[in-house]
């Protein structure tokens, strides 16, 4: 049947009917159109994993795909583009183009805001643009945006202008279409949108942000989502859960999607100043033209230009640089380089927070001395109020404490060495009274021991008897004495 064959979806049934011829007939037309129509639906919805951005990010399936220069680093979580400092640009663009005019972006990001916000003219752009921008940005990344002296002399960003990329890093002349994420200022920030074919330069305050701007406090602590929804006759950009506006225009297939972040011009000097945080937590990209596969279709064919002459190759090959001894060295050499522009990327992206904390620790020393004097002020007075010394006399109380606390100890001590002497008699005792012949020993030691104290307590009962008769007999001798003396018989 068309159930068991797989032409029909499981659970889905037919009506009963005769099995005539016809409706036999239908149900086979049915079942064809339901497998005709199956593949056509799954590839309308389908989603560009070449072009789409997960979360968490994926380096090894990001790196081939994905052109990333300047503050635009892939963490555990998401992909940081901004790490809020400011005077820096962050860039994230496809390598390959995007081959379908009816797509759907889902842009989802996070935006810590710095406070204060003292910076001027930051913001991010979503493009979908003709040009290759990896291939024209590519070159100035790596001598200006990620060059080290190039960051300490802040020339980096007017070697971008020179090659007329003066637009929040991409170009203001673009073709194509572009979502702008700025504002007028740190309180009113804003999304809107503007298709262009090259000829209108737009600005921050003359075309950005556009006048379709829909006014989106992106800056508060929580994931946005923003979806652009392109067709062949315009656009929609959708703000989930706020508003939604159009961008009237005409979109070709071929672009190259992109996010660039700029974070702003200094407002004030001092290396404590913050920019905003911007995260792309997942880029999503799904196509919806169902007549083409937008990540597989045919690639164009290179003419052949005529077999290749041995000057045309050795020209192409250098035998000199390949077979020398220190290409390894080089090798090694261009790896230090690299690492050496990292760390320096990484230093100048976390000294705002060094300098910040650094500050912090100053003020927060301050103010403990500050509250020291505070307390030392409060004693004084209160000395002076009450007429005595309460820190002396406190000195005191704690001494007369510590001795205290000294004598508790020695007495616990002697305690517990009399308990420690006693359970060991005790235990000594348990022993002994295991065998009753150290008990026999034990009761004629303590009756002999008896004995010689009856015997001691007898004899001194004994001596003290004879020692009263004595006294007794001298008192009455003594006594006889005076009587005779006051007879005058003496």
Known sequence: SAVSSGLVPQGFELPQRRKTRPAMRIRGAVAAMTALLLPTVARAQQVLRGQSIQSPPNIYALEPDWFLAGTAIPSKKSTVLSPGVPNRLGLLWSKYPLLSADFEVTFTFTVAAAEPHTVKDEGFVLWYVYENATEVQQPLAAKHIDHQESIIAQAWEAALQAQNFDLFGYRSKFDGLAVFFCGNGPNAPSVSGSLNDGSASLTLGSGVPASNARQYDYRKKSEHVVKLRAQPGGAKVE?????????PGQIKPGGYLGVTAYGGKKGIPGPEEKADMLELVKFEVVNHDKGIDAENAPKEQAVPLGPKTEEEDAEKT??????????EHRDESDAIK?????????????QPLRSQMTNAIAALTKRIGVMEATFENLKAEIDKKTGHHLSKEFEVIKEELISLATVATKETKERH????????????????????DNIDQHL????????RTIDQLTNEHQRMFGVSLFIIAGLSLYNKFRCWEKKHVL
């Open 239 to 247: 703000i989930v859960g706020h508003s939604s506006f159009d961008i």
């Open 318 to 327: 250098d035998m000199l640089h390949e077979s020398s001894s220190f290409k």
């Open 338 to 350: 690299d690492l050496t522009n990292m760390v320096f990327k990484l230093v100048m992206e976390t």
């Open 417 to 436: 060495d009399k308990l420690t002497d006693l359970h060991k008699e005790i235990t000594d005792f348990s022993q002994a009274a295991v065998h009753p």
């Open 444 to 451: 004629d030691k303590l009756a002999q021991s008896s004995q």
